[in-house]
């Protein structure tokens, strides 16, 4: 976790990476010096064992030297003459400490002894080291490190000459510690002199070392030959054995020695400085990226901390100015940024909370404030009021008049509405036709007064383009305390006394817990209508199209019924569009035609052919299996197809003309007849429909309606029977609910008409007897007489 | 040096072998192991029987140019060995040898006094100042004895008939020879062969 952080990241990476690289470079220089530190002391062992060896041969010829000046001294020549035994010792022992020597030795020609000064002789013994005169009567002297009395001595042996050898003349030089020592100082390696007798163990009998090594030399020692690394007191030595004399069992040698410690001190120094060298540098870099990392980390932590304010809607704070590089520029961006944020966000803050189109609060506005007068009416115990109003036959201004006069209506209702409240009153638009208001302080007088006003205000026609539009409005009220104390239950509830308005044509309502019984959720309505489909509750009622030219009747439109257990019979109107909404139109759409072409079927078992047209949704149209459903049917209830029609609403076929075009191919090539319905209230073109493969129109019951009255509808009727008529289209008219109005149609010329006027829907068997009846009137009855007889 | 003063001794020799004509003669002939003339090398004959007693002759001992010179100078017991130093500078000889020790210490001519060798042997002599200078002086309990000459020939003469031991010493000589006996008679000429190993005196110090 801690890694997240930049700083530390910086700081962590640096390190790490010096670390490693000191590190390596530690081991590889440690490792280089070992090696160069172990040549070198191997190196200086073979040059201290040269230089002591160098050094013994020095001293012998130096004892040499002193042992033939006192052989050839006159006087102890003279002593050596007189052959008396006492004399010789004693001369021996004069000139031996002239020449400083511990121990002279005399033995005559052949090697027997005649004195030594240092142990009394017996008679006849002989010289303990015979191959010394040997080698001496052939180089003229010999020297050896030899063991007298169980210690060493460097031994010299020289002729007494007078002028020829008349004696041999032994002198030597104890090996001791002095003498070590001396080696020592001119070898600068650790001397020591041992000896053993038959492979036994090594006895020191000098030595420059310490006590405690000293006496750990000899055991340690061992069989060791040539160069080894010997610990002595708790010290790795170098140590090379030098072999002096072997003499019968017993043997002589030097130990030459040097501790590593020493070879290693200067690269152990070395090693030292590089150690301080790493962990000063490491120090410094752990600081250097500290002091960078913090200043890169502490400014942006810093805009961090401007950040976190803005996420909590704090633009007071800007991030601090005067920074140099990349984190100035950021800093600088970010205060660009942070303005520009504030900018935008008041303006989406108007635009969330604003109507664009009037200017009035919109619906999370309006909320936002019922929900503060709630909370303060709840302490002041005051009531609050919601008003949800709708304005009536809108859809119609719109549609009729194009969009941007609906536009101006709106902005003329907002304007109007606006007026007639006070300030303290929020007046706002939902979207759509859809108004509301909230008397934050008022209760069910002055809401019923501010109702009615709102009512006479839009009651005056609103002038657009010199034309006066009539306008009506369906208002729903509630209020806190009585109807709820939530913002979303009022609203919903003035939402649905609204619709109860509208439904009631009342003007106002004010909300009552009744509206809610025998409404249910759309979702409940789905099951609903699903266990409808499934239970049989849906049936088809037939609603006769009258021939104008023959007076017949051959064809009949297909409408469902549901009649619901609970509610009644339940209007198309209320459950097709919700069908279209969630998909469920294909099951209802299939059911239909089923059911209408068994129908159609029966009767035709029955020889009474009666053309049966069913409506199709857009859904359906979209729907790639309808065609081959269509044809199964038609041959499962052997059905003619000449005697199925389907009945598309043009608005339908707008939604995806390329596919709804594709779809009405296929049928119109199974032979089913293709109407459009609802002809006139979409924008389609005659000319588009021509290439549809359609036989028929239905004017829009709405122009039928209002033919007789209004003279553009009557030219819109008559014209297009006309065009339909050019065009090869049968024309149905459909709404027909008077005498003149069938009277008018079959004046223009239209070819079918469908209506109240001439029979409502009717179940089958009705139907039959509907026509059976229409058959024996039309036999002995006028025109006149058996329509006029057909409206009872 | 040593080459100058041969013919005096064999003129000795000589002079006693022209005494008596009837007496004997011995020639010896020494070489080395290598075939050539051994300089120097002491024949003496030793009589079986009684000693003829003989006066002894003085010996000379010359230092010349730092050396003893002759190398070997044989005398008989008794006799007086004169040591004149004909260098210019001093010499200091002596003798640790058992047969006679003395010294001359430091001096330049001829000592006035001779040394007498009373004891038979080899007399080593040294110079103390030179220790390089290395001399002879066999004393022989004998009249009968002479040096070999370059040649390596040495010839007695004037031998009364009788017995001998024939003897021969070379300082140099490594070892000991062993003594023939002989027979000799009236006028009789023995020739005697001598063949000797010879090495170099050991320990000697090189001269300056």
């Known amino acids: 976790m801690l890694l997240r952080s930049l700083q530390t990241r910086i700081v962590v990476f640096f390190v790490l990476l010096l670390c490693v690289v000191q590190g390596v470079a530690f081991v590889l220089i440690s490792a280089a010096n070992e090696r160069i530190a172990k040549t070198q002391i191997a190196e200086d062992l073979t040059v201290g064992q040269r230089v002591f060896l160098r050094l013994l041969e020095q001293n012998s010829q130096q004892l040499a030297q002193a042992a033939s000046v006192l052989a050839a001294d006159f006087a102890f020549r003279d002593a050596i003459a007189t052959r008396d035994r006492a004399t010789i010792a004693s001369a021996l022992a004069n000139h031996g400490r002239r020449i400083h020597a511990n121990v002279v030795m005399l033995a005559d020609l052949d090697k027997k002894m005649i004195a030594d000064t240092l142990n009394a002789i017996s008679a006849d013994a002989s010289f303990p080291f015979p191959e010394l005169i040997e080698t001496a009567q052939r180089d003229g002297k010999a020297s050896s490190i030899v063991l007298i009395d169980g210690r060493p001595y460097q031994l010299v042996v020289v002729p007494a000459l007078a002028p020829l050898p008349i004696a041999w003349v032994a002198t030597g030089l104890v090996v001791d510690d002095a003498v070590a020592r001396d080696l020592q100082e001119l070898s600068a390696l650790q001397v020591s002199f041992l000896s053993r007798t038959g492979r036994g163990t090594w006895v020191v009998h000098a030595s420059t070392l310490p006590p405690v090594s000293r006496s750990e030399l000899g055991g340690s020692l061992g069989s060791m030959r040539g160069t080894a690394t010997l610990p002595l007191g708790g010290e790795d030595f170098e140590t090379l054995l030098l072999l002096l004399n072997e003499l019968g069992d017993s043997e002589i040698a030097a130990v030459l020695q040097r501790p590593l410690r020493e070879g290693l001190a200067p690269f152990v120094e070395l090693r030292n400085t590089l150690l301080w060298l790493a962990l000063a540098s490491i120090v410094l870099s752990i600081i250097g990226s500290v002091l960078i990392a913090r200043s890169i980390a502490g400014p942006i932590n810093r805009l961090a901390g401007v950040a976190r304010k803005i996420r909590d809607g704090d633009y007071s704070q800007k991030a601090e100015g005067g920074l140099q590089g990349e984190i100035g520029d950021l800093a600088e961006s970010f205060n660009h940024m942070l303005e520009r944020i504030f900018e935008r966000e008041t303006k989406i803050l108007r635009l969330a909370y604003e109507d664009t189109l009037t200017g009035l609060p919109n619906r999370a506005m309006f909320s936002d404030r019922l929900d503060q007068a709630i909370k303060i009416a709840q302490r002041n115990g005051g009531p609050v009021s919601v008003l949800i109003m709708d304005l009536d036959r809108f859809k119609l201004i719109n549609e009729g008049l194009g969009h941007p006069v609906g536009d101006m209506v709106l902005q003329e209702v907002a304007r109007r509405l606006r007026k007639l409240l006070r300030d303290s009153d929020t007046v706002a638009r939902f979207g759509g036709d859809e108004f509301a208001v909230l008397l934050p302080t008022s209760g069910t007088e002055r809401v019923g007064i501010v109702a009615e006003r709102i009512q006479r205000a839009l009651e005056e026609p609103i002038l657009m383009q010199g034309q006066p539009i009539d306008l009506g409005i369906s208002i729903g009220i509630a209020g806190f305390p009585e109807n709820g104390d939530d913002t979303i239950v009022l609203m919903r509830r003035a939402d649905i006394a609204m619709y109860v308005a509208k439904r009631n044509n009342t003007g106002y309502t004010y909300y009552d817990p009744s509206f809610e019984q025998g409404r249910p959720s759309q979702l409940s309505l789905l099951g609903e209508l699903r266990r409808a489909v499934e239970n049989d509750q849906l049936s088809l009622h037939y609603q006769p199209k009258l021939n104008l030219r023959s007076g017949a009747s051959e064809s009949v439109e297909a409408l469902v019924r549901w009649a619901h257990p609970e509610r009644g019979i339940v209007s198309p109107i209320e459950f097709i569009p919700f069908a279209e909404q969630t998909g469920y139109i294909k099951a209802v759409t299939r059911w239909v035609i089923e059911r209408a072409l068994r129908q159609c079927g029966e009767w035709h078992s029955r020889g009474l052919d009666v053309k049966v047209s069913v409506n199709i949704s857009a859904r359906d149209l979209m729907n790639p299996e309808l065609p081959g459903i269509v044809t199964g049917l038609i041959a499962k209830y052997k059905v003619p197809v000449a005697l199925l029609s389907m009945e598309i609403t043009e608005s339908g076929i707008m939604e995806d003309p390329v596919r709804a075009e594709k779809t009405l191919q296929q049928l119109h090539q199974l032979g089913i007849r293709l109407s459009i319905d609802d002809f006139g209230t979409g924008y389609s073109s005659l000319a588009y429909i021509r290439k549809l493969p359609v036989q028929e129109i239905k004017i829009d019951r709405s122009f039928v309606r209002s033919m007789l009255e209004v003279n553009d509808d009557a030219l819109i009727v008559r014209s297009t029977i006309e065009l339909g008529h050019n065009m090869g289209l049968t024309v149905v008219a459909e709404g027909v609910e008077d005498h003149a109005s069938l009277m008018l149609l079959t004046k223009l010329g239209c070819d079918e008409a469908q209506g109240f006027f001439i029979a409502k829907p009717l179940p089958p068997a009705d139907y039959e007897r509907w026509l059976t009846r229409r058959k024996e009137m039309g036999d002995k009855v006028t025109e006149s007489g058996f329509l006029s007889d057909l409206r009872r | ?208």
């Open chain 2, 1 to 208: 040096m040593r080459t100058t003063s041969a013919p005096h001794y064999l003129c000795v020799l000589l002079a006693i072998a022209c005494g008596d004509a009837a007496a004997a003669s011995v020639i010896a002939t020494v070489a080395d192991s290598g075939g050539a003339p051994v300089f120097e090398a002491v024949v003496y004959l030793l009589p079986t029987g009684a000693n003829t007693a003989v006066a002894p002759r003085p010996g000379v001992m010359d230092q010349a140019n730092k050396e003893f010179l002759p190398l070997v100078v044989p005398v008989q017991l008794g006799a007086a060995v004169s040591f004149p130093n004909k260098d210019n500078i001093r010499h200091h000889v002596y003798s640790f040898s058992p047969a006679k020790v003395f010294q001359l210490k430091l001096y330049s001519g001829t000592p006035s006094k001779p040394v007498i060798f009373d004891k038979p042997g080899v007399v080593v002599l040294g110079c103390n100042i030179h220790d390089w200078m290395v001399g002879y002086i066999y004393v022989f309990d004998t009249p009968y004895f002479v040096k070999t000459g370059k040649t390596g020939t040495a010839r007695l003469d004037g031998l009364p008939a009788g017995e001998y031991e024939l003897r021969i010493w070379h300082p140099h000589s490594k070892s000991e020879f062993r003594p023939r006996a002989i027979k000799l008679t009236e006028s009789m000429t023995e020739n005697a062969e001598f063949q000797l190993e010879l090495s170099p005196p050991q320990s000697a110090p090189a001269k300056e």
